[in-house]
Structures are given as structure tokens and as C-alpha cells.
């Protein structure tokens, strides 16, 4: 279908050349021209190799060409809370932020946890400028007490299944839904949270949450959870765990542990997470607000070292829009969550690359190898021959400052307004079309 | 998209008061020099034709009315609007309530709010000054400024001295601007009571902070004594045995002679006879509890005129 806002020239063929390609997956760091035809990669080779013709061409001199980005976790709030994105905005401000493919999370209205719902999800009357992977409910309505039918679900397109917004609590159902997920080969997605330490609370546990007399998430109530989850995931035969938005050291322990017994363990960790401090709320603004909420130093500092060695298999933002509503209360009240899709390769290169020198093929790495790795997206996150034709330009030299009124989302929630960053997206392509071109 | 409210915000409207922590040193010794002129019974009506906002979302005896005969000695007229019988009980949001109250012509509004940053939230969306009449546990201005001027008409100095701040600590937005205001004029805190109430991190909200868990380490030698509410509930909550906090924290006669013999000792009220203090301690010599919600009407008529009097 196509969508009728963008009348954008679908070319069955699109040439990018002069661009210097970053595919960490295929082992390419050089430059090379890129042949994108029926919505595959049709031909990849070093500068003016490529014989065959094609309809149109790009010019990536000067540009990063790398496979389309990935992000394991977003919340594109459709079905039931459109007030604050639908699948076409929030998918909108995924191609802005390089995104060729996105995650939904099930915390939805209702609950993502029958096949409908995830069939729904992807139906191109949704109105989708990029792919969406629907990762399903684990327990019915999310409730933590009885397993989805994960066969199904997975049948239908789900990825992954998860309660995120809540953890799978209960020993017994998480050990239950990592067997069955072994079964199936399909991860389950841990939004690591001890509720029970930290029920009323709204940000990090430390001397800043007692300063400003909120009460305080401690990093325990995180670390507890993974800790027990990776004890699992080595029981469990051939189980998957992936631990989402990772935010502290004691956790980033566990998952270690974890990878060097062999168990199939991964972790996300968001762009937030490696930028900001707990210190940050500041005078209680609440797009500082989320959770897990931003952390110590200490945490930050041991996630760029995690990032670095390759402990942290992908970055992924845990874009959460809100309304402004939801967000302009009291900062206990508030709703927990931020955008993330336009911010996170700007982020990336400004902290990771600029500020903590992690090269750009790790970085790239982060946003498409490691990704299409964690839920097995075949054919995405590398630019070989026959892959699809999903791929990120960006130039990492171009300074700019990210302005939240002009965000695609639909919601204003966001910490980096007004930011100045190193790195912009220049196109996104999703299946050989152009979704995104900045202006 | 969402047009019910901008995301622009502005700097709190001179005069406000939202807490101890980010006012100057300057501005303390101002609002305490300014507090010694008020006299409630003779004050000139500098606040005649002022309309002042008392937006009470928790229940209070001591501050509102404080704030309000403070008000009215200076010939403000105020409104009192509670959440029990106000739309707040309908939902209305904090920022529509504030809107509301400026729509009627309110000039400032004191407000007390069981959710920390609160009173901040409404400053940098309104014209007015708000004063932070207590923010759930974060800051109690008002009362650090009383018992600092209260403290000052016991003691010479804050230069050299010691004060011991005993009991839930954790909880008290009393205890955080307390210790905010004396730390900045180099007194001594110890912060005194079990691990649950008074954690570790409390150190770090301000230079020249201790902690102790033994109360007569606190007592020996302190020239200030600060007793806390502690609540039962939350007690129980925390499975600390009552007897047991008793014990160890109760605040006795015989605890209070391991002070100084000037020693002071105050309480911010409301006072629970027989659980963080004794009655002999309550009505003895050395009790300055009734001087403390006295010596608030002036001090909130200062910083009442810091906000809309003429002469700041």
C-alpha cells in the first residue's frame, strides 16, 4: 500500500554511490557502491564496479553507508493510545532517526497477546514507513501468571515475547517462559524490575533522590532480577534471555556471567542510559523522568565500558512518547518514558564516538548486527547480496541541534531538546525506497 | 497534537520561596533581619489590597494558620483552598488549579503539596510568586527559616555551633532544609537514628553532616536538639519494632542532660507526647517547641513582604 503522504517515486532500482560502507556483520569497512533492486541488495562491490544500471542514484559521498538500523524496543502505543503515537508517526520518527526497522512492545491498550493483535500490527493499513516486529505479551494481559501461547504468536510474526513495562516476576513463570521459549527458539524479553523495592518510587536510589525527597528505585531491584533470570537462562537449555534497557553495573555483572557460560544471554542498553545521570532531573523535570530511571555515574561509566568490549549486544532507545498532559504533573505522578528515534545516532556518535572514542564500526554494529542477532531478523542488519534492502546514510561529521518541535513523533517528551550533536541521518531506505531524506 | 499546555516554562516570579537549598546566603540573613522588625500586633499593612492563595493539599494547623494571620497582619486578604472540597477532588490537575487561582486574582500563593517539586512545577508556569509551604519530603522553608530565627534567639551564633537532628529523617522535608540552612553557616549537624530512617546517602545533602545510630553520641556536647515526628505506620512499615525505636531514640529527660545545659530543644510539630519525646521534655525548662510556632508569624510576614511587599 502505498501510503499516500509520502508520493515519493518507488525506483525499482536505486544506486548509492561514493559512500563509505560500515557492515560489521559481512566484515566491510571500505568504500563501496551499493545496488538496491526489488527491494534487495543486488550487488554490493568496491567504487565503479558495479556494471549494472539503475533507476536512480544517491550520492553518498562523504556518507556512512551502513545496513538499515534496528531498534529492539519501542512503543509505538497502537492499538489504544494513538493520543500519544500511532504506528504511522511513530514509525515517521524511526526513518528521521535512521531506523529501516522497529520492535513494538506489547503494553499497549489492550494488551498485545493474541495473534490478531499481532497480525494487526503489521498490516500495512497501519500505515508503516518502516518494518515493524511485533514482540508480544509473555503472560496473558501481561499479567505475570499465565504464558501466552507462544507457538502462536510466533506464527503470527512476534520476534520475541515480553511484559515490558512490568517484569515476569514469578520464578516459576520465568523459568516456565524461558523453557518454552527454548522450545521455539524465541527470546524472552526481561524488563528487569523487582516491583516489590520499588512500588511509589520515581528515579535512581542516591544521594540525588534524597536531596530532591523522591523516593528512590535502588540499583538492587534491577540487579536482583537479571541476576536471577541469568541463573535460569544457564539452567535452561538453548533459552534466550534478553535482558532490555540495561541501566546498571551490577546488572551488566550478571549478563557477563552469563555470556561466559556459554548461556544465550544479550542486553540492550538505551542512548539515555549512556548519556545522563540521576543528577539530571535537575529541578524535577520530568522528561528526565523514566524507567529504569537514569542512574549513577558508576553505572553509566561501567555501560560505555560494556558498550566498548562488546557485552552490550545493541543499542535500542525505549522510545516512549507521552502526552504533554502526562507530563507536565507532579514528577512522581508522571508518566515514566521518553522519545528516542530521532535522538539515538546522534547520541551514539557525540558520546560514544566523539566524547569516549568507540569506533563508528562498533557503534554501527550496535545498531544493526547486533540487533538483528538478539531476535534473528534474517536478511536485516548487513547489506549482503540478496538481504534487503534496508539501509542507513549518515554522516558522522555533521554538527546540528536536534529540536523537539520539529520531532515526527507526536509527542514533546524528550530531555535533548535544544542539543547540539555530531552526526545526522542524511537517508533512511526500507526495501530500496527512500523514507527519510533530511532536509 | 496537544495544545492544553506548552512545554515553555519560565524562571519562578521574584519573591517566591521554593526552597532553602538554592537560596543565598544573603537572602537568609535578609528574610531572618527582616523577620526581627515584624511584629504581628503593629504591622504596617504593606500587603493591603494583595490577595494570597493558601493552597493546602495536606492537612496543616501550625503552617496555615501562621501563614494566614501572617497575611493579615500585613492587610492582605487570603483564600483558603483545601483538596477535600475543592475541584482537586474532581481531578483537576495542579497546573489547571494554579491557572484557576491566578484567573481570580490570586498575587501569590502558598502552597503545601504531598509531591516534592510541587510548588516548583506551578513557579516556572505562573507570573506570581509561589512560596513552598511544604513539598511532600523534600523542603519545609518556612520552618528551617523559624527555627534558624528561633535558634538565633537562644544562641549567640550559628558560628561554632552544634545541633543534633534525631529521628525520621528519611521522610522529613523539615530535616533536609534544616539541614540545608545551617550547614551554610557552618554548624555542626549529626543526624541521628536506625539505618532505614537515616540512610547513608543522607551525608551527602550538605558539607558539615554526620550520622550517628547512638543518640547519646548525638546528645554529648550538642547545643541544639531537633526532635522529629515519627509516624507508627511507617514504623511498621519498615518492620522496626516501636518499643525497640523507643528505646534507643525516645528523647528523655535524663537523654537530655548528656547535652549541653543551655541546650534547646525543638520539635516542628505536630508533637506526639510519649513516642519521639517524653512529656517532661515537652513542657520542660529547655523546650523552646511553643517559641517555634510563635516565631513563625513573623518570619513568614518577612517572607511574605520579600514577595510582594515594596520594600524587598
Redesign the interface.
Given at each position: 500500500m502505498v501510503n499516500a503522504k509520502s508520493q515519493r517515486r518507488e525506483a525499482a532500482s536505486l544506486l548509492i554511490k561514493g559512500g563509505h560502507v560500515i557492515d560489521p556483520a559481512a566484515k566491510i569497512n571500505a568504500p563501496m557502491d551499493v545496488l538496491l533492486r526489488d527491494g534487495r541488495v543486488a550487488e554490493i562491490a568496491p567504487p565503479n564496479k558495479i556494471r549494472a544500471s539503475a533507476e536512480e542514484k544517491f550520492d553518498a559521498r562523504g556518507l556512512i553507508v551502513a545496513p538499515g538500523f534496528i531498534d529492539l524496543h519501542v512503543h509505538l502505543r497502537e492499538p489504544g493510545q494513538r493520543?500519544k503515537e500511532t504506528i504511522a508517526t511513530g514509525t515517521a520518527a524511526a526513518a528521521a532517526g535512521g531506523f529501516t526497522s522497529v520492535c513494538t512492545m506489547p503494553n499497549t491498550l489492550p494488551v498485545v497477546d493474541s495473534e490478531e493483535w499481532v497480525e494487526w500490527l503489521r498490516d500495512p493499513e497501519r500505515g508503516a514507513v518502516v518494518n515493524v516486529f511485533p514482540i508480544a505479551a509473555a503472560t496473558r494481559s501481561s499479567r505475570g501468571a499465565t504464558l501466552t501461547d507462544f507457538a502462536a504468536l510466533q506464527r503470527a510474526g512476534a520476534v520475541a515475547v515480553t511484559d515490558d513495562g512490568k517484569p515476569i516476576l514469578d520464578d516459576e513463570v520465568m523459568r516456565a517462559a524461558l523453557r518454552l521459549g527454548a522450545e521455539l527458539n524465541l527470546p524472552v524479553v526481561q524488563h528487569a524490575e523487582d516491583t516489590r523495592l520499588t512500588e511509589t518510587c520515581s528515579m535512581h536510589e542516591?544521594?540525588t533522590s534524597?536531596?530532591?525527597?523522591?523516593?528512590g528505585m535502588p540499583a538492587t531491584a534491577e540487579a536482583n532480577i537479571v541476576d536471577r533470570d541469568v541463573n535460569f537462562a544457564q539452567q535452561i537449555r538453548e533459552s534466550r534471555l534478553h535482558v532490555a534497557h540495561l541501566s546498571t553495573s551490577d546488572a551488566l555483572k550478571a549478563v557477563r556471567r552469563g555470556k561466559r557460560a556459554k548461556a544465550r544471554v544479550t542486553c540492550e542498553v538505551t542512548p539515555h542510559h549512556f548519556t545522563l545521570l540521576d543528577e539530571n532531573v535537575g529541578?524535577?523535570n520530568t522528561n528526565f523522568k523514566m524507567n529504569p530511571p537514569l542512574r549513577s555515574a558508576t553505572d553509566r561509566e561501567a555501560i560505555l565500558v560494556a558498550l566498548a568490549d562488546g557485552t552490550v549486544d545493541a543499542i535500542a532507545t525505549d522510545h516512549a512518547p507521552h502526552?504533554?498532559?502526562e507530563k507536565?504533573?507532579?514528577?512522581?505522578?508522571a508518566a515514566f518514558g521518553i522519545t528516542g528515534l530521532e535522538t539515538a545516532l546522534a547520541l551514539a556518535i557525540t558520546k560514544l564516538h566523539r566524547d569516549h572514542k568507540i569506533p563508528l564500526t562498533r557503534i554501527v554494529e550496535l545498531f544493526t548486527a547486533g540487533p538483528a542477532r538478539v531476535f534473528d531478523l534474517r536478511g536485516r542488519g548487513s547489506l549482503q547480496r540478496g538481504d534487503f534492502a534496508d539501509v542507513t546514510v549518515f554522516d558522522p561529521k555533521k554538527r546540528w541541534t536536534f529540536e523537539?518541535a520539529k520531532s515526527r513523533s507526536?509527542?514533546?517528551n524528550t530531555p535533548f531538546?535544544g542539543w547540539q550533536f555530531t552526526g545526522k541521518v542524511v537517508a533512511t531506505i526500507v526495501g530500496g525506497k527512500i523514507v527519510y531524506r533530511t532536509d | 497534537m496537544h495544545r492544553l499546555y506548552s512545554y515553555a516554562m519560565n524562571k519562578p516570579a521574584r519573591g517566591s520561596l521554593l526552597s532553602i537549598e538554592h537560596l543565598e546566603d544573603k537572602e537568609i540573613l535578609g528574610l531572618l533581619k527582616l523577620a526581627r522588625r515584624m511584629n504581628p500586633l503593629k504591622a504596617r499593612p504593606q500587603l493591603r489590597n494583595k490577595r494570597i492563595m493558601l493552597l493546602f493539599y495536606e492537612a496543616s494547623t501550625r503552617t496555615r494558620s501562621s501563614f494566614e494571620i501572617a497575611a493579615k497582619s500585613m492587610g492582605a486578604t487570603t483564600t483558603l483552598v483545601e483538596s477535600s472540597g475543592s475541584s482537586i477532588e474532581k481531578g483537576e490537575s495542579l497546573l489547571d488549579t494554579a491557572y484557576t487561582l491566578r484567573a481570580v486574582g490570586a498575587d501569590a500563593i502558598v502552597i503545601r503539596h504531598p509531591a516534592a517539586g510541587a510548588p516548583h512545577l506551578m513557579a516556572k508556569h505562573l507570573d506570581i510568586p509561589v512560596i513552598n509551604a511544604g513539598d511532600g519530603m523534600h523542603e519545609h522553608p518556612s520552618q528551617a527559616l523559624l527555627d534558624a530565627f528561633t535558634i538565633l534567639k537562644h544562641k549567640k551564633s550559628f558560628k561554632g555551633l552544634r545541633v543534633a537532628i534525631i529521628g525520621d529523617i528519611y521522610h522529613s522535608r523539615v530535616a533536609r532544609s534544616a539541614c540545608h540552612l545551617l550547614s551554610r553557616f557552618g554548624v555542626k549537624v549529626t543526624l541521628c537514628g536506625p539505618p532505614e530512617l537515616v540512610p547513608e546517602f543522607a551525608i551527602s545533602l550538605a558539607p558539615g553532616l554526620h550520622i550517628t545510630r547512638h543518640i547519646e553520641e548525638a546528645l554529648r556536647g550538642t547545643d541544639v536538639i531537633m526532635l522529629l515526628r515519627v509516624q507508627q505506620e511507617r514504623l511498621a512499615g519498615m518492620k522496626i519494632n516501636l518499643q525497640d525505636y523507643m528505646a534507643r531514640y525516645q528523647m528523655t529527660t535524663s537523654r537530655q542532660k548528656l547535652a549541653k545545659r543551655e541546650a534547646i530543644v525543638m520539635h516542628p510539630g505536630p508533637i506526639i507526647r510519649g513516642l519521639e519525646l517524653t512529656s517532661e521534655v515537652v513542657d520542660g525548662p529547655q523546650s523552646v517547641i511553643v517559641d517555634e510556632v510563635r516565631n513563625g508569624v513573623p518570619v513568614r510576614m518577612a517572607i511574605l513582604a520579600r514577595a510582594l511587599g515594596k520594600a524587598k
Open positions: 493520543y542516591g544521594p534524597f536531596r530532591l525527597g523522591l523516593r529541578e524535577y502526552a504533554t498532559h507536565q504533573v507532579e514528577f512522581e505522578r523537539a507526536l509527542s514533546r531538546d | -
